[in-house]
């Protein structure tokens, strides 16, 4: 089975079936890096660039760790030690990878729209590892996958997302995805971080995070993204923190934790990482019993796994 497109750009372009068929290929999978021995032939000859014009440690190293689980040969390219540091265009080191006969380039870039731009020069697939503050597809499609192993389903739920709404692809990229599957997005964060018409894509728009994590089944905490706090989006880090960090008194008035362990219907922290502890979460709830922060690290490399098969890899085995 296949994806019927060329590249993975974004979750607003997906089809609710395509996200549960990436979601379902994920699974299958996931067992490979359980494995004794972490590989499988299915990509065998096939060559795929990372090509990150911006820093990352969970999404450069598991489309890596992914591409070499499925036996294809994997170069990773970083701008601070290429050609663009010598002023080589996107366009220019795009056309001379392409030259290379690549089957897949995975693209991080600070600018919206760098992804799309470079799928349209070259023949092989691109997928987005984060675009400026458009999307982040594939850390989407690894939270809903995190989301549906625990709860066994996504439709219903109900989500929160809180911070900094405005600049964050995590946020863009997950809205889209758990509303197409429906689930029931909330967000809440300052004023000066809320897009103006952020309803429109079918969510809620809270000032105060109580508000907004009220019965919720699972709270995603965005990176307070702290080189923007000298553009003065926020008083001080430290009125950010106490009126949108989340810590084990604000979590006690979102749902009710169970007596005893963990119970499936209780509430999730999710965190794309990398956390600021101590302003948009205490270190307590990042590393409690309701954090599912290091399984979604676990699920992208499956997601990844998944991406590129459904992009490149034919028949199943
Ligand atoms: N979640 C995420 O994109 O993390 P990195 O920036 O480390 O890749």
């Known amino acids: 089975m296949r994806l019927k497109r060329k590249d ?3 979750i607003e372009e997906l089809a609710g079936d395509e996200i549960e068929l990436i979601l379902s290929t994920a ?3 996931k067992e490979v890096s359980e494995r004794e021995i972490k590989k499988v032939p299915t990509l065998r000859g096939r060559t795929i660039i990372n090509l990150f014009y911006e820093a990352s440690t969970r999404t450069r190293t598991s489309f890596e760790i992914a591409a070499k689980r499925m036996s294809a040969d994997a170069i990773n390219i970083s701008a601070s030690s290429s050609s663009v540091v010598k002023g080589e265009t996107l366009k220019d080191t795009a056309r001379n990878i392409e030259a290379m006969n690549p089957d897949c380039i995975v693209l991080r870039h600070s600018s919206s729209g760098a992804p799309e731009m470079l799928a349209k020069l070259v023949k092989c697939s691109v997928i987005n590892a984060g675009d400026g503050s458009h999307e982040h597809p594939s850390q989407a499609l690894l939270d809903l996958l995190t989301v549906k192993q625990r709860f066994g389903k996504i439709q219903g739920l109900k989500v929160a997302i809180i911070g900094d709404i405005l600049h964050s692809r995590v946020a863009r990229s997950n809205i889209y995805g758990f509303t197409k599957l429906g689930a029931e997005v909330s967000v809440a964060g300052p004023p000066t971080m809320m897009p103006s018409k952020i309803e429109k894509t079918g969510c809620r728009a809270f000032n105060r995070i109580e508000d907004a994590i009220k019965d919720a089944d699972v709270i995603m905490m965005l990176r307070i993204q702290l080189e923007r706090q000298k553009t003065g989006l926020f008083p001080t880090v430290r009125e950010y923190s106490r009126l949108f960090g989340l810590d084990s008194k604000k979590l006690e008035n979102a749902k009710k934790p169970a007596p005893e362990g963990f119970n499936r219907g209780d509430v999730v922290i999710l965190h794309p990482g990398p956390v ?3 302003i948009e979460i205490s270190s307590d709830v990042a590393d409690g019993k309701y954090s599912l922060i290091l399984e979604q690290v676990k699920n992208g490399v499956a ?13 199943r085995e």
């Not at 997601?303 to 028949?315: K, P």
């Open 276 to 278: 600021n502890r101590g």
């Open 303 to 315: 997601v990844r796994m998944a991406l590129f098969y459904l992009l490149m890899g034919g028949a």
């Open 8 to 10: 993975i750009l974004t």
């Open 27 to 29: 699974e299958s999978l």
